[in-house]
């Protein structure tokens, strides 16, 4: 069981570039959220995902960033136009959902903007 | 809006004595969460806790929770330097978009 993978690990964009993040859940796993952390503070939501549908974006910006978890593939967090304040590190976490409880957070993807 | 506060943010640790962190949040919720995060690397889960008067223990940690008060604490016995690390509370949203909501960390120090 290969867990949550992301990738890449560390990516570099120029500003007003475009930066896509890929999440891949753990096997059986069919919910997944994505977070953001700056330099020295806690996790914030962004956005929970199920295949084919954005079940909560309450916690992603209103412009430049959207997300998407399609049928087939990974989940993917889309960044259009970044800018500094964008760098931090992404983190994707999943979960089987229902019933079941417990969230597998993957290693992240620590994106700068130069 | 849930909110999680977490303190002390910073603890400066002496080996081998014992400290507690806090978690208050804000609204009702059934899982409370705990993790440890060392730098640069991701989130590995400690502890869920699931109930009222839930106790967990593993080593040198006790995670418990007293969903009246909206309170957790992380007990740390006779502290080690492995320690060293940020430890989040996080706790899950009562609603269809289930999340979690972090509060900011404690970041651990353990000196001899």
């Known amino acids: 069981n290969a867990g949550v993978m992301q990738n890449p690990r560390h990516l570099v964009r120029r500003r007003g570039q475009e930066a896509r993040l890929r999440c891949s859940p753990m096997k059986g796993h069919s919910h997944v959220y994505w977070y953001r952390q700056l330099p020295e503070e806690g996790l914030k939501f962004m956005v929970y995902?199920?295949?084919?549908?954005?079940?909560?974006e309450s916690g992603m910006p209103k412009e430049r960033f959207s997300a998407e978890f399609p049928k087939e593939g990974p989940s993917i967090l889309r960044i259009q136009q970044v800018v500094r304040g964008d760098s931090a590190a992404y983190f994707c976490?999943?979960?089987?959902?229902?019933?079941?409880?417990?969230?597998?957070f993957g290693s992240g993807t620590r994106l700068t903007v130069v | 809006e849930l909110k999680v506060e977490q303190n002390p943010l910073f603890l400066s640790m002496q080996e081998g004595k014992n400290y507690t962190i806090y978690c208050n949040y804000s609204t009702t919720s059934d899982r409370l969460y705990w993790y440890r995060q060392d730098p640069g690397k991701s989130l590995e889960s400690l502890f869920v806790?699931?109930?009222?008067?839930a106790v967990k223990q593993e080593g040198r940690l006790m995670a418990s929770l007293d969903t009246k008060a909206r309170l957790s604490t992380l007990h740390i016995t006779a502290a080690v330097h492995d320690l060293s690390a940020t430890y989040f509370c996080a706790v899950e949203r009562n609603q269809a978009g289930t999340a979690l909501i972090f509060g900011k960390g404690t970041t651990l120090s353990v000196s001899s």
């Open positions: 995902l199920q295949k084919e549908n954005i079940i909560d």
């Open positions: 806790l699931l109930s009222n008067g």
């Open positions: 976490a999943s979960s089987p959902g229902g019933q079941y409880y417990g969230y597998t």
